[in-house]
Nanobody, 122 residues
Framework: QVQLVESGGGLVQPGGSLRLSCAAS????????MGWYRQAPGKQRELVAT???????NYKESVAGRFTISRDNAKNTVNLQMNSLKPEDTAIYYC????????????????WGQGTQVTVSS
């Protein structure tokens, strides 16, 4: 019913910037919270940033002030602007969204993107 397509990953030098984008497609749904998670080699997946339908944001402490999450409700997209990137930011980044079905009965579902690689290295 809902698919997430991510883009914007790549290789960047320390101190550089990347912008990740995620577009949700489908029908008969509305999006509540959207966000980004990441998983580094040998580590568990962790929250990076989330944004609610009302625009309330939440950031992992280590990225606060460097990353900015935003969304376009009309286009069903969420973005993550990443500045001052560090080698420890290297990970696969996953887009996330929680949706409500517009048909009756209403149901809630979580969706994940396929992941996009971000590598920060000299």
């Amino acid at each position: 019913q809902v698919q997430l397509v991510e883009s914007g990953g790549g290789l960047v030098q320390p101190g550089g910037s990347l912008r990740l984008s995620c577009a949700a497609s489908g029908s008969m749904f509305s999006i509540n919270t959207m966000g980004w998670y990441r998983q580094a080699p040998g580590k568990q997946r962790e929250l990076v940033a989330t944004i609610t339908g009302g625009g309330i944001t939440n950031y992992k402490e280590s990225v606060a002030g460097r990353f900015t999450i935003s969304r376009d409700n009309a286009k069903n997209t969420v973005n993550l602007q990443m500045n001052s990137l560090k080698p420890e930011d290297t990970a696969i980044y996953y887009c996330y969204c929680n949706t409500r079905r517009t048909l009756l009965p209403p149901t809630w579902n979580d969706y994940w993107g396929q992941g996009t690689q971000v590598t920060v290295s000299s």
